[in-house]
């Protein structure tokens, strides 16, 4: 028996979601903002993971044993670190991961 995922995309960007093992094994293209996207899948772990222009997010580990409902929403924008002037560049690309979050529509939990 399988369980049902949903996962909206609640930012103003449009989207290409996928849920990946080792590869992708279900994904959609051109979700646009207010769109959600809806399989059927396997009661296993997948990573879920969202990619808009060149940047890249992923969420690993998320068990999907039964019906679950994600958003993925606009987290804080990144700020830049200086120290003694000079920005930091790995603190900057450390937080650009940042920019999204995954929301559990059920637990009302941001997942890390």
Do not use: C
Not at 32 to 55: A, C, D, H, L, Y
Request: without cysteine; charged residues 25%.
């Amino acid at each position: 028996m399988g369980s049902n995922i949903s996962i909206r995309n609640g930012t103003e960007l449009t989207l290409n979601i996928s849920l990946r093992q080792v590869y992708p094994l279900y994904q959609e293209r051109g979700v646009k903002p207010g769109e959600t996207m809806t399989r059927t899948v396997g009661k296993v772990w997948f990573t879920i993971n969202v990619q808009w222009m060149s940047s890249e997010v992923s969420w690993h580990g998320v068990y999907l044993g039964s019906n679950r409902r994600f958003e993925i929403r606009r987290g804080p924008r990144p700020t830049r670190l200086e120290i003694n002037g000079v920005p930091d560049e790995a603190f900057e690309s450390r937080t650009l991961k940042d920019q999204f979050v995954l929301f559990d529509l059920d637990s009302n939990l941001v997942l890390k």
